[in-house]
């Protein structure tokens, strides 16, 4: 991917900020986790039937959505238990303090 596929979250100090953190980004709403010592980045809607992920757990790599338990990768978006549904997902940059997202794949 280009540089140029980077998008800008404007207004939000990565350092500071409270995960999961909402953001919109390229016309979807995403949310960021904290994973460790790093932000991964998800879409916010649950590919599946659409439930907020937000209150998703978080099991080291992986999403577990709150509503039917499916579970997602955030390096690729796969989902582990329901082959076939899959979550578009986000490399996450804070760079200079600037927080940047661009969706992987
Ligand atoms: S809505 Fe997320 S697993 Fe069903």
Not at 8 to 19: C, D, F, H, L
Not at 80 to 90: H, I, S, T
Request: hydrophobic letters at 35%; glycine letters at 12%.
């Amino acid at each position: 991917m280009a540089e140029s596929d980077w998008i800008v979250i404007e207004g939000v100090n990565p350092a500071t900020a409270q995960y999961p953190l909402g953001v919109a980004a390229g016309g979807e709403e995403i949310l960021i986790f904290r994973v460790g010592a790093k932000l991964c980045g998800i879409q916010r809607i649950c590919p599946h039937q659409e439930a907020d992920l937000e209150g998703g757990k978080v099991m080291g790599e992986m999403l577990k959505c709150p509503h039917h338990g499916y579970i997602f990768r955030f390096d690729t978006g796969r989902c582990l238990n329901f082959p076939g549904v899959n979550a578009d997902v986000y490399e996450v940059s804070t760079d200079n303090d600037t927080l940047r997202v661009r969706r992987r794949t």
